[in-house]
Each structure stands twice: as C-alpha cells, then as structure tokens.
C-alpha cells in the first residue's frame, strides 16, 4: 500500500499513517480484512455495522465477492447466545471456484 500511495502523489507516507488509514476504513465499515489472505477489501456491500459478512473467495482467479442475509444474522446471533460468547466480529470467509472459473 506505501508503494501504491508513493507512486500516486511521489511521496512515500510513514508506515503508522497506512496503518492509521486502514485503521479508520475498518472501524468505520469501508473496508473489511480478509484473515486467510492478509489483506484488506473495499467493502462493496451496504450493510449493517456488526452485521455479519460472509467472502467468497475464488482459489484461482482471486476474486472476492461480499454477501450477507438476514438468515446469516438470526443464525449467528441465536449460535452466539446459546453458546453464552459475545462476538467482536463475525466475519465468514469461503474458498472455492467462481462461476468463471468453475466454467460457468
């Protein structure tokens, strides 16, 4: 990401002002981490902050695809009360083929 910004503007930002970016963009819903990958996504769905979010990830093309529903929610939220566990997030990520890849 320094790279990307140094090659935008010429200059090279400080590591901690990256990070301080990221930071914002995730704790306001604009960007999500993907764990499996250790990277960072726009977030390209409107949903609810807390919400859950489920990736689908494809193995060969690399391309990530964000989903939720209501159904998730209700699930998630009854499987986190019946197990007594307050979640910090719930975030689901699913890896596989996309249509594309999968040939069609």
Do not use: W
């Amino acid at each position: 990401m320094i790279d990307l910004m140094a090659v935008a503007d010429g200059k090279r930002p400080a590591p901690v002002s990256v990070y301080r970016a990221l930071a914002f963009l995730l704790d306001n819903g604009l960007a999500h981490r993907l764990e499996s990958k250790n990277a960072f996504v726009v977030c390209g769905h409107a949903h609810a902050a807390g919400e859950p979010v489920v990736f689908l990830i494809c193995e060969q093309c690399g391309e990530v695809k964000e989903a939720t529903t209501p159904g998730l929610t209700r699930e998630l939220t009854t499987l986190c009360a019946s197990a007594e566990f307050r979640a910090r997030t719930r975030v689901v990520e699913i890896a596989g083929r996309c249509a594309n890849c999968a040939g069609g």
